[in-house]
């Protein structure tokens, strides 16, 4: 079983549309949750933290639910700007606090 | 030059050359990473280097060498490739181990021919 399963799209939505992604982690112990954006043939960027009280940024809310060990983006009012990959990430702690990538579901907005 | 800069930005080389990876952060951290990622796979850790210390290395083929002389510079020294390891390489950084900050180069782009 992959440490970190996202599906991997691609998820092609309308301007304005709302979008969901879902991924799952393997290892209980996961300490922390991050969604990561990487454009094409850029580098990943982080888009924003996942509490397990659920937090929210503008048009984009996170969710975490540590017993069954799922992770969620909500996406609002889809913008064209929104076209990436998006990367859920999990870490670990110990020694090193490694990320672990899940492989990315890529969304494509269409005008 | 801020953040994390990686040279060069493309590399194509034969299966018999020797060339190396560069990365270079000006964020003051103490931690930095070199990380795989190839077509349909997530990103894989390669290794971590804490205040030019190697604390982790992946079972990553010996044909792939990493050094870090000072707390600023990584280089991931190539030798010997096979096609298989054409990928997009990532550098990164953190404060420290525990990963705050962390922060992605924009990566090299090698193609082994």
């Known amino acids: 079983r992959k440490e970190v399963e996202q599906d991997p799209g691609p998820f092609n939505v309308p301007e304005g549309a709302t979008v969901a992604f879902n991924c799952t982690y393997s290892n209980s112990a996961s300490q922390s949750f991050f969604w990561y954006r990487q454009d094409c043939r850029k580098e990943p960027k982080l888009l924003m933290s996942v509490y397990s009280s659920g937090n929210e940024d503008g048009r984009f809310t996170a969710q975490l639910n540590r017993a069954s060990q799922y992770i969620s983006l909500l996406i609002r009012d889809s913008k064209l700007s929104d076209s990436a990959t998006y990367l859920c990430?999990?870490?670990?702690?110990?020694?090193?606090?490694?990320?672990?990538f899940g492989t990315g579901t890529l969304l494509a907005v269409q005008p | 030059e801020t953040g994390v800069t990686q040279t060069p930005r493309h590399l194509v080389m034969g299966m018999t050359n020797k060339k190396s990876l560069k990365c270079e952060q000006h964020l003051g951290h103490n931690a930095m990473y070199w990380y795989k990622q190839s077509a349909k796979k997530p990103l894989e850790l390669m290794f971590v280097?804490?205040?030019?210390?190697?604390?982790e290395n992946n079972s990553v083929p010996s044909r792939f060498s990493p050094e870090c002389p000072n707390s600023s510079h990584l280089f991931l020294h190539l030798h010997t490739l096979q096609p298989e390891d054409s990928a997009l390489y990532l550098c990164?950084?953190?404060?420290?181990?525990?990963?705050?900050?962390?922060?992605f180069g924009s990566g090299t782009r090698l193609t082994v021919v």
């Open positions: 280097y804490s205040l030019e210390e190697r604390v």
């Open positions: 990164a950084s953190s404060q420290d181990l525990q990963g705050f900050g962390y922060t």
């Open positions: 990430v999990v870490t670990y702690g110990g020694a090193t606090n490694k990320l672990i």
